[in-house]
């Protein structure tokens, strides 16, 4: 974590299938969030990429 409103993460996605996955985020107090269909893979291996919507929150 970054700061209390971003995240950063690295992923290891070698071996995984292309296509959308879910975004799920867990707080260390218990609490979670998740962004279905969060982002797309395409073309792993060996080069990743990764196609990540903008994705704000307001309080």
Do not use: E, H
Request: with cysteine.
């Amino acid at each position: 974590m970054i700061d209390s409103s971003t995240i950063q993460a690295t992923f290891d996605f070698r071996g995984q299938p292309a296509g959308q996955w879910d975004v799920v985020v867990r707080n260390p107090d218990g609490g979670t969030g998740t962004l279905p269909r969060g982002f797309t893979l395409q073309s792993c291996p060996p080069t990743c990429f990764i196609y990540l919507p903008v994705v704000s929150k307001t309080p």
